[in-house]
């Protein structure tokens, strides 16, 4: 077991096998997170950018206060608000006050950021491949239900 990860970090060994799954978890996270981040460049994008476009994407035609917004995300941004001055910036995301209080700034996705969603989707999904390609669903589903049980009780 782990002949790829021993070539991969070129070490014969492990300390025993907690150090192996923790190596090989951040391994594939790194090697995946590297093939997403490929993908967005080309557009632009970086995946924290392109993480929150996909959750205004979820809740369009209505938008997402920040708070909602940093709730959502899969990395936690050290600084959600530049990030949604970015994208505002290039025109895929607006901001405007809500209606049942005015004080309260949401975010909104704009017709230019769905499309641009749109153009990345087929590279995007391609990516998915690099799970499916190589894991049946049964082994899909026992990866989820595995990571979960690591995170999942630190929620």
Sequence with gaps: MGEILKQRLKQNKFEN?????????FVTANFLKMKNDEVLSKY???????NVLRILKGNYPNGYPRFDIITRMMDQAPDVTRLIDRLINQGYVER?????DRRLSLAKITGKGLMLLEKVKPEIDQLHCLVSDNLN???????????????????
Excluded: V
Aim: proline letters at 5%; a negative charge.
């Design 17 to 25: 096998s907690e150090q192996e799954a923790f190596l090989n978890i």
């Design 44 to 50: 632009g994008l970086t995946s924290p950018q392109y």
């Design 96 to 100: 405007f006050s809500s209606p049942e």
């Design 137 to 155: 669903k049964e082994e899909r589903k026992q990866l989820s239900l595995l990571l979960e049980k690591i995170y999942g009780a630190y929620l």
